[in-house]
């Protein structure tokens, strides 16, 4: 399966597309920051990485703005201390 990411600003969330399912990052855009309060994977999901990748690409569009995470999300603050912790605000 491969993945489809995008941002969907009218929504306030990147999303992750996998095989039709979804799973979103909701986002808050502050100067220099963003705000990441809930990251969620379509049930179907769980176990198979998908929040992790999606994670990944919002690490990766971080970087690319030169923004820091304030992860609020439980498993955002996990993902980010284990993978990318200089990220952090």
């Not at 306030?12 to 855009?29: C, P």
């Not at 703005?65 to 201390?81: F, G, H, R, T």
């Amino acid at each position: 399966m491969t993945d489809t990411f995008r941002d969907n600003p009218d929504l306030g969330r990147f999303e992750l597309e996998t095989g039709g399912l979804l799973s979103i990052a909701d986002y808050r855009r502050e100067p220099g920051r963003l705000v990441i309060p809930h990251v969620e994977s379509d049930p179907a999901l769980r176990g198979q990485g998908a929040a992790g990748r999606l994670m990944a690409q919002v690490a990766e569009v971080a970087r690319t703005e030169d923004l820091k995470i304030v992860p609020i999300c439980s498993y955002a603050a996990a993902w980010l201390k284990r993978n990318d912790p200089d990220l952090i605000a």
